[in-house]
């Protein structure tokens, strides 16, 4: 029997992208909000305190992946919580997006991390 090697569209595909597109935010998009200064948004970098003194991204806040349960009470339940770690390939950011969004925050993740931030030029502090 031969196997097809054309695929249908699959309801459940489509969900999926739409739901990823959803709960991701290009760096190009959280940049301008940075720039606009937007009350909306708070950023979580959730890399070491290490890694995030080598240099993090403008307004950003740490708090370590480990530490995020018992850091909970002190981030914000009003605005969207953007996280983001060290590169496209690092879980602790969608780790610590579904954590917050178990939890009832409002959440998005920054696509690529820290690195894509970087390769496009965005502002970094140290």
Request: hydrophobic share 35%; glycine share 6%.
């Amino acid at each position: 029997m031969e196997h097809s090697t054309e695929t249908k569209p699959s309801s459940s595909a489509a969900d999926y992208f739409r739901n990823k597109l959803a709960y991701e935010m290009s760096p190009y998009t959280l940049n301008a909000h940075i720039e606009k200064d937007s009350p909306a948004y708070y950023v979580v970098d959730v890399r070491s305190k290490e890694q995030f003194a080598e240099g993090h991204l403008p307004r950003a806040n740490n708090v370590p992946l480990a530490e995020l349960p018992k850091r909970l009470a002190l981030l914000p339940k009003d605005k969207m919580i953007i996280t983001y770690c060290g590169s496209l390939t690092c879980q602790l950011a969608p780790t610590a997006a579904l954590q917050l969004a178990e939890k009832g925050f409002k959440v998005m993740e920054l696509h690529g991390g820290f690195k894509e931030w970087q390769d496009g030029g965005y502002p970094v502090e140290k």
